[in-house]
């Protein structure tokens, strides 16, 4: 049975390892160029779109690594992504996005998302505003001249806009990478189960499918810092 992570990584021996992969690769090469078959390109290693580091972060830590053990890199890395993001209930990495919410009555629209970096457009019951008559900070979109956001129908307001970070910060940056290396060694290493790791003094247990206690620290840091808010 596969022992599923919190973030949906397999971490038993049925994967592949880095190693064999490319072994296997390796005598697949091989056996085509006997037979004059050309060589298929691999493609290179890249993360997703939102990724909070990059794959050489993380060899940055663990060292060099093959092509196989780089794609494990990049999948763990867009998985640690994803976890860091939604654990802290903030998207940290820029993005557009289309929002529809309902006024308060004020001047202010506060959006799900920050920090703001850009407004494309406001509208208000399917009507655009004319974009000297709006303006905005990190966190939401004022009216000027006055003018309010009317609270009596829901959903009245869309926004399209711009939120988040780029670059990510480094403190984000370096937890993304930290966390993914620390994924990476556990698939190496193929740990299972419950163990048992020194801290100074003493020792801490801890169950393999989760991260260390330091990282989830400086995760509650992060969703405490003020930027939480997320769609």
């Given at each position: 049975?596969?022992?599923?992570?919190?973030?949906?990584?397999?971490?038993?021996?049925?994967?592949?390892?880095?190693?064999?992969?490319?072994?296997?690769?390796?005598?697949?090469?091989?056996?085509?160029?006997?037979?004059?078959?050309?060589?298929?390109?691999?493609?290179?290693?890249?993360?997703?779109?939102y990724a909070l580091c990059t794959v050489a972060d993380v060899l940055d830590m663990v060292g060099p690594a093959d092509t196989a053990e780089q794609l494990v890199i990049a999948k763990m890395i867009n998985r640690v992504s994803d976890y860091i993001e939604r654990r802290t209930a903030c998207r940290w990495a820029a993005r557009a996005y289309d929002e529809t919410g309902t006024g308060n009555g004020t001047s202010r629209y506060f959006t799900r998302n920050s920090p703001i970096t850009s407004v494309e457009e406001v509208s208000i019951d399917g009507v655009v505003l004319d974009p000297t008559t709006y303006g905005f900070n990190s966190f939401s979109i004022y009216r000027k001249l006055g003018w309010h956001f009317p609270e009596f129908d829901i959903d009245n307001i869309r926004v399209k806009y711009h939120?988040?970070?780029?670059?990510?910060?480094?403190?984000?940056?370096?937890?993304?990478?930290?966390?993914?290396?620390?994924?990476?060694?556990?698939?190496?290493?193929?740990?299972?189960?419950?163990?048992?790791?020194?801290?100074?003094?003493?020792?801490?247990?801890?169950?393999?499918?989760?991260?260390?206690?330091?990282?989830?620290?400086?995760?509650?840091?992060?969703?405490?810092?003020?930027?939480?808010?997320?769609?």
């Open positions: 049975m596969s022992n599923v992570d919190p973030i949906g990584l397999v971490t038993d021996g049925a994967v592949v390892s880095g190693g064999r992969a490319s072994a296997l690769a390796l005598a697949l090469e091989g056996m085509l160029a006997d037979l004059g078959a050309t060589p298929v390109e691999i493609p290179p290693v890249t993360v997703g779109q939120a988040g970070w780029y670059p990510v910060p480094g403190s984000v940056v370096e937890l993304a990478a930290e966390m993914a290396a620390y994924r990476f060694t556990q698939y190496q290493q193929r740990r299972v189960g419950v163990t048992s790791q020194s801290h100074g003094e003493g020792s801490r247990t801890y169950f393999a499918g989760n991260f260390l206690p330091g990282h989830e620290e400086r995760l509650d840091l992060l969703r405490r810092s003020g930027y939480a808010g997320m769609a």
